[in-house]
């Protein structure tokens, strides 16, 4: 199994399940928002293996199952560097669909909400074309996403391609950078060090928060599904949440004092997200199992000890 953003918050998570259950994992990330420390401890596994690369270049190697993740996922990160960030999902796809054509590799890619852009139709289901901002701070990466997602359906049309597409809603937990800049991050640090919670604009506009363990079980039932199916499929949490209720439910959980103060709202933030996952439901039997409160529980845990450490 090759996983492209391996070292990355989700990928991580996703290798350890690959290994749990005995696959060969190779790691390809260029360590842009991810983090060797977080496959450190998977070193010394001999089914383990990791390289530095950047999927913008070609990659030859030989794989049975490619796991496309790479690309910062984060808007501060993915907005620093908006070129690189269009070429990662664009010449990065090319790459990793040339070598799947090669070596006859099925191919997963992690494509986004954002295909949604700012959405008018609400809860969105996968046949909605999305409302985007072709030229705005956040197209680099949800047109970036959209053109990946062309390329693999071309691949498909054109060259037979096994192709699977998952539209990931905002997923969190343990591992993601505390210097982040999304929101379960930023907001749980905040918390945890009694500064103010940064509220962008009035709070009000909303998101669907999945564990990353209910993610990577979804990425995984994709991966296996019929051959036939291809997706694209939504997955992530169906309860959906205002950034007032979420910094409440973080200064509950973490028993912090802070204040909550409101910041300029960036632009183009959408202002409703929750997906419509009866696809999902229905053709991989697969939906979350983690409540936020649960899951918060879980990712104020991590941020505590990795404080400590
Ligand atoms: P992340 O930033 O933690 O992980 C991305 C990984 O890709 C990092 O390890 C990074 O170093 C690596 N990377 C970036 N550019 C690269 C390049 N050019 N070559 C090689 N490696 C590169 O983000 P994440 O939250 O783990 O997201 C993983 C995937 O899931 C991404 O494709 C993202 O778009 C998608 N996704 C995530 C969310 C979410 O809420 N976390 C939501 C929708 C989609
Ligand atoms: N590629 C790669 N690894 C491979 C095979 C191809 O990185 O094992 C890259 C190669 O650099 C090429 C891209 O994937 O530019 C697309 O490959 P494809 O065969 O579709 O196109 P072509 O080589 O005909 O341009
Ligand atoms: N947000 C916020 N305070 C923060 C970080 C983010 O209010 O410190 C808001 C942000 O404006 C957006 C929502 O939280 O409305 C989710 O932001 P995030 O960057 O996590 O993800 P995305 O906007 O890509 O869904």
Request: aromatic share 8%; proline share 6%; with cysteine.
């Amino acid at each position: 199994m090759l996983v492209t953003g391996g070292a990355g918050f989700i990928g991580s998570h996703l290798v350890e399940r690959l290994l749990d259950r005995g696959d060969e994992v190779l790691v390809a990330d260029n360590f842009y928002s991810g983090m060797r420390s977080n496959v450190h401890h998977l070193l010394r596994n001999p089914a383990f293996e990791l390289i530095r690369h950047d999927v913008t270049f070609p990659l030859y190697v030989e794989v049975d199952e490619i796991f496309h993740l790479a690309c910062p996922a984060s808007p501060v990160y993915y907005q620093r560097d908006p070129v690189q960030t269009t070429k990662t999902s664009v010449h990065g796809s090319i790459n990793m669909l040339g070598l799947a054509k090669r070596t006859g590799a099925k191919i997963l890619l992690t494509s986004t909400s954002e295909v949604y852009g700012d959405p008018d139709v609400h809860p969105q289901p996968e046949d909605y074309w999305g409302h985007v901002n072709p030229i705005g701070i956040r197209s680099c990466y949800d047109e970036g996403k959209r053109c990946a997602e062309t390329l693999f359906f071309d691949y498909r049309r054109q060259h037979d391609l096994p192709i699977k597409v998952a539209r990931l809603f905002n997923t969190y937990g343990p591992r993601m950078r505390p210097d982040d800049g999304r929101v379960i991050s930023n907001f749980i640090m905040l918390a945890l060090r009694g500064d103010p919670i940064t509220i962008y604009g009035d709070g009000r506009q909303t998101r669907s928060f999945c564990f990353v363990d209910d993610m990577v079980r979804g990425l995984l039932t994709l991966m296996d599904s019929d051959p036939s199916f291809t997706g694209p499929v939504n997955l992530g949490n169906t309860g959906e949440f205002t950034m007032l209720e979420l910094a409440e439910l973080v200064l509950d959980l973490t028993g912090s004092t802070s204040a909550i103060v409101h910041e300029p709202l960036p632009q183009d933030d959408p202002v409703r997200r929750r997906p419509d996952i009866s696809l999902a439901k229905e053709a991989l039997r697969w939906e979350p199992a983690t409540a936020l409160a649960e899951g918060l529980t879980r990712t104020i845990e991590h941020f505590r000890e990795s404080a400590d450490t």
